[in-house]
């Protein structure tokens, strides 16, 4: 049921995008990939080409003292970028739902003037199917900043790679907007 | 007294109570079209589980929980039921049996216990779920598939989401009070045949209470939904009052125990700790060195502890451990890495980059690598600056 909604929403609110976007109610801005429809929300913004089951880019701002939904773990604001990968990757572990999840690379990263990390993972869900996931994430002041890639394992491309390199490479917080 | 035992709990398997069917499980001919469906679906969801990553392997774990199970098991039934236990990575405490005797025991619940008694007691209960085929009466509309049983799968965690069959979901979710008495009372009786204590049936809720007030939660999955807890303790304190007043010991050797299961309560303790569940991690990691033993890991789990949940306030509480952990196995790279991030955050460059170089020399292919040469790089632009 979760689903049908959650598609309905998709449709009904996505259009055709291009151009530079911003976080609703959010202080970031990014470049829209060409001919990938848009879903903007409160809690964050979302683009796919086909469908967010497939494939989506999605970028997301979060209080740093936001409580997670499976760790009792919270970000600190001193926390360095592996301490905050960590608090991440302990989150998706504690999920009950997320299964056989493999971390296949977790480095240092930089997306756009801000230190933070890159974690790449893989996961199956409860029907098996499986799911593979780039996640850029930084700290900055009160907020916790990330750009995900994720798609399934039969949709997952280097062509998707490229343009969400593109979204990472535009990303901007937006210093004038107070949120 | 054995003798009364003994016959005590053949009643209960052959007999039953008026709700329960009292033929042997899975003896093929005795199968109805129900039982078929209902293993079928276990065998299902047995596949999906042991498929999932979640399984805890362990052979010589499993292979102690499978003594634990064949001296529980009444020789009558022996040959019907053949009962496996397998252990599942999460610190959460809670255990539960799919109808075709595949039990599943969190690490969580085993971390917590004290003594094997204690193992017998979780064992003999979800046994006894099986022998008295209380999956297939609630597939029968007793427990599941009425409203307020489905009502209630919403409300006990998402892993229940993970299973299907409503059949085998009552075996997760809890049964009715009536059938989890029965499996508390046939469970005790189960434990006295075998040699085991069952008092300690009332430490095992103790460690679910325990539990269910630190994680302010209503009710730990293996109570079950009915009757509550306080209500099930006063059953058990009841009935051995009544019928166990000359029983032994058991098992309760608690050291020899600890020793024996000190892989799973650390492996749990990390758990726990990704869970930022610090209180249950720090148990853990204490009830191993309780045992007289120093262990490097437990020292490295209680720095984490203090690292990750006190924040610069505790780092010197952090570095005391890692420390013990460093004196206990010099050749140990967790702890190195951890002190070196401390100092990192500290601004003691020259202290750091000693500990991420003894780290790097002690294993060049750690997880954190390239956070690690990202940190070198600094330190030493650092060190020269300052």
Request: a negative charge.
């Amino acid at each position: 049921m979760k689903k049908i909604l959650w598609i309905s929403l998709l449709f009904i609110t996505a259009c055709a995008t291009g151009g530079s976007h911003e976080g609703a109610s959010q202080n970031y801005l990014v470049e829209s990939p060409e001919k990938w429809v848009k879903l903007n929300s409160n809690k964050y913004l979302i683009f796919t080409r086909e469908s967010a089951f497939e494939q989506y880019i999605l970028i997301q701002q979060r209080p740093v003292d936001k409580p997670f939904k499976h760790t009792k773990r919270t970000f600190d604001k001193g926390m360095l970028p592996q301490e905050a990968a960590e608090v991440i990757i302990d989150e998706i572990i504690s999920d009950r739902t997320i299964l056989n999840f493999r971390v296949i690379e977790n480095a240092p990263a930089v997306v756009n003037q801000y230190d933070g990390f890159k974690v790449v993972f893989t996961y199956k869900n409860k029907e098996g199917l499986e799911f593979k996931t780039i996640y850029y994430g930084f700290l900055q002041g009160d907020w916790f900043y990330n750009l995900r890639y994720n798609a399934a394992e039969n949709h997952y491309s280097e062509k998707d790679i490229r343009t969400f390199e593109r979204v990472l490479k535009s990303f901007q917080i937006d210093a004038s907007q107070s949120v | 007294m054995k003798t009364f035992i003994l016959t005590l709990l053949l009643c209960f398997l052959s007999v039953g109570c008026a709700t329960t069917r009292a033929l042997p499980v899975y003896e093929e001919s005795g199968l109805t079209v129900e039982e078929k469906k209902l293993l079928a679906s276990a065998a299902e969801e047995q596949a999906f589980l042991e498929s999932s990553g979640i399984i805890y392997e362990d052979e010589k774990l499993e292979e102690y929980l499978h003594q634990i199970v064949s001296r529980l098991q009444p020789s009558s039934v022996r040959d019907e039921i053949h009962f496996r236990v397998k252990v599942i990575k999460d610190p959460h405490l809670n255990a539960f049996v799919l109808p075709n005797g595949t039990i599943y025991m969190h690490t969580g619940i085993l971390a917590r216990l004290n003594n094997e008694d204690q193992i017998a007691a979780l064992l003999s209960h979800e046994m006894t779920h099986v022998l008295k085929r209380h999956a297939l009466m609630s597939s029968w509309g007793r427990d599941a598939g009425s409203p307020a049983f489905l009502g209630h799968l919403g409300k006990i965690g998402d892993f229940l989401a993970l299973l299907g069959s409503i059949g085998t979901m009552a075996s997760l979710s809890g049964y009715s009070q009536e059938l989890e008495t029965e499996a508390d009372l046939v469970g005790m009786a189960m434990m006295s045949a075998a040699g085991y204590d069952p008092k300690e049936v009332l430490r095992l809720f103790e460690h679910l209470t325990r539990e269910k007030e630190e994680q302010n939660i209503k009710e730990p999955f293996f109570f079950g939904t009915h009757p509550r807890v306080e209500r099930r303790i006063e059953n058990c304190r009841q009935f051995l009052g009544t019928s166990f007043e000359e029983t032994g010991p058991g098992q309760n050797i608690e050291r020899l125990f600890l020793e024996r299961m000190k892989e799973v309560i650390l492996d749990n303790a990390s758990l726990d700790l990704r869970a930022g569940r610090y209180d249950s991690a720090r148990r853990g990691a204490e009830k191993v060195l309780k045992t007289g033993q120093d262990d490097a890991r437990a020292y490295f789990l209680l720095g984490e502890i203090f690292r990750q949940r006190g924040g610069s306030a505790d780092y010197g509480k952090a570095k005391a451990f890692y420390e013990k952990a460093i004196s206990i196995d010099p050749k140990y790279p967790d702890p190195h890495e951890a002190i070196g991030l401390i100092y990192y955050k500290e601004g003691e460059w020259v202290l750091a980059r000693q500990f991420f170089e003894s780290c790097l020399a002690l294993s060049p292919h750690p997880p954190g690598k390239a956070y690690i040469e990202g940190y070198l790089k600094k330190c030493v632009r650092r060190g020269i600056d300052s």
